[in-house]
């Protein structure tokens, strides 16, 4: 009879995530268990599978958003929102390419060409998604180039360091993590996503290229399947750094995402119009009452 494989990983010193190939999968606290009697106290050194390695994944998305599931932020979609969720898009999708090579020249020279291939691809794929966000903001009416030069959002900065960080480091594993985070919160989002951003855009304008792209109607699933199968296939330490910077990320990504979503549209407003030095065109402002059509009022 084959064993079923029990994967586990230490994600929080004191919080493990354990899954099993029988579909099960719970978060284990060390101090509630005896040391001498723990299971999961040493790190595990046996084989992967795609089955215990999603779930691995997941959890430590789960546990990185846990910490702010009370006061996480749903605010109706509006299109100050909007463009502000554009600019970031731009900004965790600009350096990606590049930073994904980085890694790859680094597991190239230090022997791992299969880990290399993987980032090499993966760089390919990405190439071009800043482009996405900068037509959208385009088809907004806004000064995109300039907004995107002169405003890097509060929430998304720790965000893209962390990524510039991780595929610099001499062995950077943990960049696949962070990719992973990213593109399975992406692939999260539904059709009728995309339709609720769409209705608030301009009628008969094409606003959510980026959206669209990363979504579950775009490649964002395909990524996702493939990143598990490649991650399943990892040595144990690999597999293990990989979950705990998927944790990571999914810590800053869900407080800096909040952080930006908790803004008011008066807020955002400010932040885009000292972005580009003048009113935003041709979109309603709470601060100074217009509407869309409304002509600006004579010097």
Known sequence: MTRLIT???????????IARESGEVWFHTASAAKQDN?????????????????RLLDGAINLGFAAIEQNLARPVPTIPGYILALI?????SVDTPRNLRRAAKRFEDLG???????????????????RLALKDLRALGVPAERLVANLMPE????????????CV???????????????RIAALKQE???????AICPEG?????????HSALGSEVSHVEETIKFVASLPADDRISVVRETYESALIMAQGYNHELLKSDAEIIRELEQAIGEPLPHLYNPLRNEKPGDQPAAA
């Open 7 to 17: 994967e586990w990983v230490n994600v929080t010193g004191d919080i493990s995530i």
């Open 38 to 54: 723990d299971p999961f106290a040493a790190p595990m050194t046996g084989a992967g599978a795609e089955s215990t390695t999603v």
């Open 88 to 92: 970031g898009a731009y900004h965790t």
């Open 112 to 130: 791992r060409p299969e880990v290399a291939a993987y980032l090499e691809e993966r760089a390919r794929e990405e190439t071009g998604h800043d």
């Open 155 to 166: 929430g998304i900065a720790p965000l893209c360091k962390r990524f510039d960080d991780l």
């Open 169 to 183: 480091r001499d062995y950077p594993i943990g960049s696949i993590g962070y990719s992973y985070c990213l593109e």
């Open 192 to 198: 009728s996503d995309i339709e609720r951003v769409q």
């Open 205 to 213: 304008v094409d606003t959510t290229r980026f959206l669209r792209s």
